[in-house]
């Protein structure tokens, strides 16, 4: 951490900030209308598109990214909040739209804090700088003998003081200032504590509103008869019987399928079921994940690109004393979150107005372009809360289908799915195969490492390579490459993107090599690692908390893990158990997580074990299956998720650190599968290549 006393010029603020000088005054749009812009007045101060002070001195905080169970709604404001010294309680927090001083609002790759901790630190630095300026103008005092602290400014020597909201009207009329100072961390009062969810109570008792309970005045409802195979297309269509369905106003066809628009969802849902439709078979009316499984393994035969290339792998193998070679594969895994996709569209006056639970509403903005071929400044999205997202919400399907259906209404018109057909018609985790190698010298030395990766064809290959090279052991020979080949099925990012697979093939064939050579897996990390003490971090701490090497009772044992995944480090101690019917059983984990200055423990801790959770799920449960060009899933019947029961214990140990903070929702979930693999097969004698395992 390096600005313990730093300071910013004007220019330099508005460019981190916002990218344009427009969004020192105005930028804060809120409400549901997308026609409020807070301003500068005697009433309110707002110093910047992130806040806004009121004369009642309540401070309202606009957050640019979208909270989707990661609690970004309270550690952002925290942020904020210190260094404008503010009081805590007078905090207000308003879900920011669509708005291009915002810069990219996508929320993903565990970037938000990342991206907004200097930002926010200077937002509020700047505020509080003039609130200051303001009341030792209006005390004619030097402004150095001033000081705020938690929403009221102080004269040191009269004692004098006024709260925040007496002075946002004086404050309002002074130029920003050419220089802001930032805190010293060490003197930080709200960043680093644990501070309960600004929007907790709202989620107990109902009345937070997710996308799902979007209403507007005279809204319609719809529903979708999608098409039911890759490359199916409509061949014939009978609406009479669905049109004589009360409540049931129109059937449109659009591009995911035909629609049935309706006063309420009932009305759609049942003139739905009343549609007769005739779909051609397509091109993929036989694929199934047997064929695509021998694809991706028959694509290992040949390599499209190598991504890392370092000494002689072949001579090394050559060389070797004992090798490994083991082949990996794991299948697609759909987001499935609790609160289906759904979105709101209606054209009025010229514009084309959206309401969306979107983690990338600028995506939205571009479907919504595409679609109507309006400008830029007739286009307006709002962004929702959404009950989860895990990036099935980056993508802008549905926002794509509730505006083609709405060109075909006056009314607004939101587009709804039930979990069968959000389940049916994912963007998926990409199914995988690896084939993997390594090989030790006669002293127990790691001396290659080769890594061949098979997926789905991808425009960006971190899709499917991701964390393949950042492994980071001290390997001097190692080769890693891929191949893509060309499938049908909708791909996406899932929760840390490629990280679930290639940590999963990074830590078990590593463990593996331990096993040939007779050496302890938390040892050899410690050799390979012994240059990067932010790993090694955290693998000491994971092996000190879970007492590693201390005999477990009989019937358990113990597996390690360790990954670095967007710009944090994690280390997983799974401990299981084997039940006498060979059911194997999570008994604990223990995780230890570096993310730089933590803003707010309480919710690293919620982050660790929801990923936990998540990628046990996968571990355990997880895969979408193609059968005859579609997917078999449809419902939690058939795509479980963890039980209660099946919890294991979830310790979670912080690593104190000044370092620039990162996130904690994705980093998690890479190291759990396996270590949980590991553990099971230091129990059992097996190792699992495939997953899910149960």
Request: aromatic content about 6%; glycine content about 8%.
């Amino acid at each position: 951490m390096t600005s313990q006393s730093n300071t910013l010029n004007r220019r330099d603020f508005i460019k981190l900030s916002t990218g344009s000088t427009a969004a020192l005054v105005l930028g804060l749009s809120w409400s549901c209308d997308g026609n409020r812009v807070a301003k500068a007045s005697n009433a309110t101060f707002s110093p910047n598109a992130y806040l806004e002070i009121g004369s009642d001195d309540t401070v309202r905080i606009v957050m640019p990214r979208s909270e989707m169970g990661q609690k970004i709604y309270t550690s952002l404001p925290m942020i904020l909040a210190e260094e404008l010294e503010a009081d805590w309680t007078k905090v207000k927090v308003i879900q920011g739209d669509l708005n291009e001083v915002f810069g990219s609002q996508s929320t993903g790759g565990s970037a938000s804090i990342r991206t907004q901790y200097d930002i926010l630190r200077k937002a509020g630095a700047t505020a509080k700088t003039m609130l200051i300026q303001a009341a030792a103008a209006s005390w004619q005092v030097p402004v150095e003998k001033c000081y705020a602290s938690e929403g009221v400014v102080y004269h040191k020597d009269s004692k004098r003081k006024s709260a925040y909201g007496k002075l946002v009207g004086q404050a309002a009329k002074l130029p920003v200032p050419t220089e802001v100072t930032l805190k010293d961390p060490r003197k930080f009062k709200i960043i680093g504590k644990a501070y309960k969810s600004l929007d907790g109570r709202s989620k107990v008792d109902g009345s937070l509103k997710y996308g799902y309970d979007f209403h507007l005045p005279g809204m319609l409802t719809a529903v979708i008869s999608r098409i039911p195979r890759y490359g199916s297309e409509l061949e014939g269509m009978d609406d009479s019987a669905a049109l004589t369905v009360p409540g049931v106003l129109k059937v449109v066809k659009v591009s995911s399928g035909v629609a049935v628009i309706a006063k309420n969802s009932y009305a759609a849902l049942e003139g739905r079921k009343k549609l007769e439709l005739t779909w051609s078979p397509g091109p993929h009316a036989s694929l199934n994940s047997s064929q695509i499984s021998a694809d991706l393994n028959q694509a290992l035969d040949r390599t499209d690109a190598i991504i890392r290339d370092d000494g002689d792998v072949e001579q090394a193998r050559r060389s070797a004393t004992k090798t490994v070679d083991l082949t990996f594969e794991v299948p697609y895994l759909d987001h499935a979150p609790q609160e289906p996709n759904n979105c709101t569209a209606h054209f009025h006056d010229g514009i084309c107005e959206i309401w969306a639970p979107s983690q990338n509403p600028g995506n939205g903005f571009n479907a919504a372009k595409r679609i109507t071929g309006l400008n830029d400044h007739e286009i307006i999205i709002h962004t929702l809360r959404m009950g989860g997202g895990f990036g099935r919400r980056l993508q802008a399907d549905y926002v794509a289908d509730a505006v083609e259906v709405a060109q075909h209404s006056d009314s607004p018109v939101k587009v709804i799915r039930t979990r069968d057909e959000d389940i049916k018609n994912g963007f998926y985790r990409p199914a995988s195969v690896h084939r993997a190698s390594a090989g030790v010298d006669q002293n127990g030395a790691v001396t290659f490492w080769q890594h061949q990766i098979s997926g789905p064809a991808a425009g960006w290959h971190g899709m499917i390579t991701g964390g393949a090279t950042e492994h980071a052991y001290a390997i001097p020979n190692q080769k890693i490459s891929y191949s893509m080949s060309d499938l049908p099925v909708p791909i996406g990012a899932w929760r840390s993107v490629a990280n679930t697979q290639t940590a999963f093939v990074n830590e078990c064939l590593l463990d593996e090599i331990a096993i040939k050579s007779d050496q302890d897996p938390v040892e050899l990390r410690r050799r390979l690692l012994k240059d990067h003490p932010r790993r090694l971090g955290v693998l000491n701490l994971a092996a000190e908390k879970a007492n590693w090497g201390k005999k477990l009772p009989d019937g358990h044992a113990a597996g390690v893990a360790v990954h670095k995944s967007f710009q944090s480090y994690v280390a997983i101690v799974a401990e299981v158990s084997q039940e006498k019917s060979g059911k194997i059983r999570v008994e604990k984990i223990t995780a230890a997580i570096d993310v730089g200055t933590v803003i707010n423990p309480d919710g690293v801790r919620s982050q660790v074990e929801g990923g936990v959770i998540m990628a046990l799920t996968a571990a355990l449960y997880g895969e979408i299956t193609i059968e005859k060009g579609a997917v078999k899933q449809s419902n939690f019947h058939n795509y479980p998720l963890l039980k209660f029961s099946e919890t294991p214990v979830i310790e979670t140990h912080i690593v104190k650190s000044m370092e620039k903070p990162t996130g904690a929702g994705e980093p998690p979930v890479p190291p759990t599968p396996p270590a949980l693999l590991n553990a099971i097969c230091a129990l059992t004698g097996e190792r699992i290549t495939r997953l899910p395992f149960s």
